[in-house]
């Protein structure tokens, strides 16, 4: 880099969290282009951005330094740079402090932690927010020459500078001349900065408007954080040269900064985490042990294939010093075990014959035949990853556990970033321009989830969208500023279960914050963990393992001899549901595509659950696995093997490459790759990589396996049939894994609907389906819906003879307490007698009061509805006495007539958010059979290819990718009598899809059946039945 000038040493990215208004990506851009040799990142108190910050650099050729502004105890600015790692680790500790110490409001770092942390960092004196500029600002120059003294005795006279600024504002030339003739009489150097918080002057208006938002302002109010120009971007090397003319040492010096500073990050080292062993115990040996016990326990006695398969594991595991992460995991599962926690890994783990005999997955690897190399290799680079899923009741205290178990200094749950999507950018930033609160619910809902800079196109893409009063100008120009903040973090969240263990202490590597729930959060999110060389553990929570526990606790009532694990895996009826294709509430089989699937597939074994669980996945739909999958299967097309060598690998697929593990088996056999580059190609082809990278790793297949003894055009057919399925595979052991919760959560359903609805129902949100949804599938199945009565509801639904009793938990507006203090009162007094009884007995608020009697909690204490409310309303204030015991009086029924049912109907569904009477659709079916609609019971018995009309509510419609990317719409209609599936191609879609995603709750569906093993309808034409809301009927 020929001849650079400067260096800006204070910039802010969005990571500066709605104080920064450009990118890293376009900060580091800039700087490449004015042709600067560096550029530092120094965001308010947190180094989130610093992996990407980095990577940014790296990419663009010039030098990454890491810093930060810190805000002093009191709020004052300092502005300070790591020199190398040790320098990093302070800034990290530093930090750490600053959060933990100050967890509400801005963290603040002490003056005292400061000078215990200041090796290996260099400190510029600050903006205007400066401890020192504040000082001269307020004329108190001895005090300013005591702080600067001060900071020279903690970081020392070689390591502090007077940082001078010019943003162009009233006494800014003053400040810095004073800012020089103090750094001259201490003899501190001088540096020259900007301040950055964008990228260029036109950026100013976005970083105005994010002021606003971090202030709870609008774009009216004046307030002291709002900028008054646009002077903080990334200016030239020669704005600045012109900017600070009188100055020049203080723009070289910025270079000699630069120069001086060491890279502060470490990419080069995995830094394991340590299990906690006993004295004198190897971690190896211990895996070793614990592995081959629990393979006694699942095999009995061992042959010498298991045996080989362990040692050959055990070797690459101990080899890649992943032992202590194994036990650790180990430990984890173990611990819930003992503790009655139900708990299931997944995901490539699930390729692991030790982790299967730890307990840790339940897939037998070994008996599956699934490859480990797919989870691990000695020659694949990268990060271990373990995931486990536990009852989602009891989640907190696995994670708390382990936290405990390997102490604070060294556990931490990782972060994510919540960022700017559509939704979100149109409500905040609206908020700032000023439209009503309102106005804006109205119209951020109206956009489908996608990005904030996808919205102009969105607006084209969507009919739903296309109505002129989504192009109002004001509206116009409030899209343009939410795609400007589009991708911006908005703030720092906490991963759903991700926890990083570390041998070394975390908050040298990571500042350390307090999260929601009390935990503590790293700064970086999973791929910037895993960058940093850390080992993240997912503790997941998965409430379909609660439902299952509550579901078998049920049953055990009345069969105590119930075991969910000795479940049958050839249990013809639960096959029969399956075919049925009556699947709701089944895990990962109740969407409409898997219900379609399930009725032309024809399961009959668990290696179809397998096959259904990966099939209907964006993957395998878009890279047309499906149609093969089953024609194969339904013997409707010949299953061929380009090579007899394929045939072992395919054979349970039909020749469809449909699982990861096949690709890199046919690697291993066809191409005679090691492990390792098998599951190099893999991952070239099941992401987007470079054309050369792909012809260099097709040739090398080929090369390979015309040495292998398969002739080359046979080869090259090979591995162009991998390039056209291998990018669209799933992994199996994960589908594995998810199909054994699958089967028996079906068995579950088959057997025991009482029970297993009832659980799902206590365990929501989960699934697919909205709670409503599931009660009117049980419901069809004969299953009783009980309305929530006073005297016998509980917490959560509960089966009672043979039908699910509704909660009062289930009721609108219901507290804790409130429901506490009326479970205390009826176990401990009693039933409650009256309606005065309940009222002098419990502090209900009226709001709960009025919807306990409009869902019928009350009614078998009192028949009339009405006559409550009325009671209600006649008090003169809700006080304990003043309801009379209505039971008996006369005249009352003639003074107040009850509701009619239609409206008892409604109302309780407007409190319980489900029908515990008849369906909607029933009130009306007299009506709609007049314009021959057929109910979705009528619609089983229409052939294939008749034009129907069918009606009900609609259930989850949604727009998946597709390979053409037309536009394809998949929901359900709901009746009275069950769901019916709908497709809704795209000439349709333009005509009225709009109606879906515009408020319609219930529409009339003309179209055509289709009989494809089930039965559906391809929709032609949709009409509103009637316009609603939240499906209040």
């Not at 009225?992 to 995603?997: D, E, K, P, T």
Request: overall charge neutral; hydrophobic content about 40%; glycine content about 8%.
């Amino acid at each position: 880099m020929s001849n650079p000038k400067f260096v800006h040493l204070h910039v802010h990215s969005p990571f500066s969290f709605l104080d920064g208004a450009s990118s890293i990506e376009d900060l580091v851009a800039a700087a490449a282009r004015y042709g600067m040799p560096a550029l530092a990142l120094t965001d308010h108190n947190n180094v989130s951005g610093a992996v990407r910050f980095y990577r940014a650099c790296v990419a663009a050729g010039i030098k990454p330094l890491q810093g930060v502004e810190i805000t002093l105890e009191g709020g004052a600015h300092l502005t300070l740079l790591a020199d190398g790692p040790e320098g990093y680790a302070n800034l990290c500790r530093l930090l750490s402090r600053a959060h933990l110490d100050f967890p509400c409001g801005e963290p603040q770092v002490a003056e005292t932690v400061l000078a215990a942390h200041s090796t290996g960092l260099l400190a510029l004196s600050g903006c205007r927010r400066g401890e020192i500029p504040a000082l001269l600002l307020a004329r108190r120059f001895a005090e300013a020459e005591k702080a600067a003294r001060h900071y020279v005795e903690v970081f020392g006279r070689d390591r502090f500078f007077i940082e001078l600024t010019h943003d162009l504002l009233p006494g800014g030339s003053a400040l810095n001349r004073s800012l020089a003739e103090l750094a001259e009489r201490l003899d501190l150097g001088l540096v020259a900065t900007n301040n950055v918080h964008y990228r260029a002057g036109t950026d100013f208006p976005i970083h105005d408007l994010l002021t606003c938002i971090r202030n709870g302002l609008t774009v009216e109010e004046i307030h002291p954080e709002r900028r008054l120009n646009a002077e903080l971007y990334l200016k030239s090397p020669e704005e600045m040269e012109r900017l600070f003319s009188a100055y020049p040492e203080a723009l070289a010096r910025t270079l000699e900064v630069a120069e001086r500073c060491r890279p502060a990050l470490d990419f080069e080292h995995c830094r394991l985490p340590s299990y906690p062993l006993p004295l004198g115990k190897n971690a190896a040996v211990l895996l070793r042990t614990l592995a081959y016990r629990g393979a006694r326990k699942r095999y009995g006695q061992l042959n010498a294939r298991i045996e080989e398969r362990l040692e050959g594991e055990l070797h690459v595991i101990c080899s890649l010093g992943y032992e202590d992460y194994f036990l650790i995991a180990w430990d984890a599962s173990n611990w819930a075990s003992r503790q009655g926690i139900r708990h299931a890994g997944r995901g490539s783990a699930a390729d692991s014959a030790v982790a299967y005999c730890l307990g840790i997955t339940e897939v037998d690897a070994f008996g599956r035949g699934l490859l480990f190399e797919r989870f691990l290799s000695l020659e694949r680079a990268g990060a271990l990853d373990i995931d486990i899923d536990f009852d989602a009741r009891r989640r907190d205290e696995v994670s708390a556990y382990v936290c405990s178990r390997y102490g604070p200094e060294h556990t931490a749950w990782v972060a994510t970033y919540s960022t700017f999507r559509a939704r979100s950018a149109v409500r905040e930033i609206g908020k700032v321009l000023g439209f009503p609160a309102a106005e804006l619910d109205r119209l951020a809902k109206r956009f489908p989830h996608i990005a904030a800079d996808d919205i102009g196109q969105a607006l084209e893409f969507y009919p739903e969208l296309r109505h002129p009063d989504f192009r109002r100008p004001e509206y116009l120009e409030l899209y343009r500023y939410c795609a400007a903040v589009a991708g911006f973090p908005r703030h720092l969240g906490t991963h759903l279960g991700g926890i990083v263990i570390s041998r070394q202490p975390l908050a040298e590597i990571s500042p350390l914050q307090q999260a929601a729930k009390g935990v503590t959060t790293v700064q970086f999110d999973k791929d910037d963990v895993e960058d940093l060389g850390l080992l993240k553990f997912d503790i997941l929570s998965l409430r379909t393992l609660g439902a299952v526990d509550e579901a078998v606790s049920s049953i055990r009532r009345r069969d105590p001899g119930f075991s969910y694990d000795r479940i049958p895996d050839n249990d013809a009826e639960t096959y029969g549901l399956l075919r049925s294709a009556e699947t709701v509430g089944v895990f990962q089989l109740e969407s409409p595509a898997q219900r379609a699937l399930q009725s032309r597939l024809g399961a009959d074994n668990m290696e179809d659950v397998v096959a259904s669980v990966a099939l209907i996945r964006p993957g395998p739909v878009q890279g047309n696995m499906v149609e093969p999958y089953i024609n194969r299967r339904q013997g409707k097309e010949t299953v061929t093997y380009l090579h007899p060598k394929l045939e072992p690998i395919l054979e349970k697929t039909y020749g469809v490459v449909l699982f990861q593990e096949q690709v890199i088996a046919i690697a291993k056999a066809v191409g005679g790759f090691t492990p390792g580059e098998a599951d190099r190609l893999r991952r070239v082809m099941s992401k987007r990589r470079s054309m050369q990278e792909m012809q260099a790793i097709g040739g090398d297949f080929v090369t390979k396996a015309v040495a292998n003894g398969v002739e080359i055009g046979t080869a090259r057919r090979i591995f162009e049939c991998l390039k056209g399925y291998a990018g669209y595979g799933f992994c199996e052991a994960h589908a594995a894994a998810f199909a054994t919760t699958a089967y028996r959560t079906a068995y579950l359903a088959q057997h025991h609907p009482v029970e297993y609805f009832a659980a799902i129902l206590s365990n929501q949100p989960m699934g697919y389906y909205h709670p409503d949804t599931i009660c009117n599938v049980a419901r069809s199945r004969g299953v009783e819906i009980r309305p929530p009565d006073i005297n016998i509801s509980g917490a959560g639904f509960a089966v009672e003879d043979g039908a699910i009793r509704v909660p009062l938990s289930r009721v609108r507006g219901m507290t804790g307490p409130v429901l506490q203090d009326m479970l205390q009162s009826r176990e401990g007094q009693g039933p409650f007698g009256s309606f005065g009884d309940f009222r002098e007995r419990v502090r209900a608020p009226a709001d709960i009061l009025v919807n306990l009697i409009l869902c019928g909690a009350f009614d078998s204490l009192h028949p009339n509805r009405r006559v409550l409310l009325a009671g209600l309303r006649e008090a003169p204030a809700l006080k304990e006495g003043l309801f009379p015991d209505h039971r008996g009086t006369a005249g009352e029924g003639e003074k107040w007539p009850d509701f009619s049912p239609g409206e008892k109907r409604a109302y309780a569904y407007q409190v319980l958010g489900i029908n515990t009477g008849l369906h909607p659709v029933a009130s009306l079916r007299q009506k709609l059979a007049a314009h021959g609609c057929l109910s979705s019971a009528e619609l089983k018995n229409v052939p294939d290819g008749r034009e129907v009309k069918v009606a009900g509510i609609v259930i989850q419609p949604h727009r998946p990718p597709t390979r053409s990317g037309r536009i394809v719409v998949f929901f359900s209609l709901e009746d009275e009598c069950g769901l019916t599936d709908i497709t809704m191609f795209e000439e349709c879609y333009r005509r009225s899809g709009w109606i879906l995603f515009a408020g319609a709750g219930a529409v009339i569906v003309q179209g055509t059946v289709q009989r494809r093993g089930g039965v559906a309808v391809i929709a032609n034409q949709v009409n509103s039945l009637w316009q609603t809301k939240n499906r209040h009927f």
